[in-house]
Nanobody, 115 residues
Framework: QVQVQEYGGGLVQPGGSLRLSCQTFGNLSPLYFMGWARQAPGGQRDFVARITSLGRTNYTDSVKGRFTISRDGAENVVYLYMNNLKPEDTGVYYC?????????WGKGTLVTVSS
């Protein structure tokens, strides 16, 4: 009965900023990682960013320097701070959380970057 819920999607202009958040519900222990993937219109679900329980982060090249992922382990919450957004960042953003054996996904939140 583990659930993953994203928050914060919406419409933003190019060059703008947006913060996404994600929280897990239920019994998921240990929680080793949380992260984000996105699916652009007509595309596949692609990796965006991930953070481990020890704070190690990884980003896809296209968002490096613009996006920052952070995690609150005590609250099982992860954030994705998105800056200097581009139209190509548009897509459904999915949060995932898990450990070496189990991985759970949220239903996604839509981010639209358009003027």
């Amino acid at each position: 009965q583990v659930q993953v819920q994203e928050y914060g999607g919406g419409l933003v202009q190019p060059g703008g900023s947006l913060r996404l958040s994600c929280q897990t519900f239920g019994n998921l222990s240990p929680l080793y990682f949380m992260g984000w993937a996105r699916q652009a219109p007509g595309g596949q679900r692609d990796f965006v960013a991930r953070i481990t329980s020890l704070g190690r982060t990884n980003y896809t090249d296209s968002v490096k320097g613009r996006f920052t992922i952070s995690r609150d382990g005590a609250e099982n919450v992860v954030y994705l701070y998105m800056n200097n957004l581009k139209p190509e960042d548009t897509g459904v953003y999915y949060c995932n959380a898990g450990n070496e054996r189990l991985s759970y996904w949220g239903k996604g939140t839509l981010v639209t970057v358009s003027s």
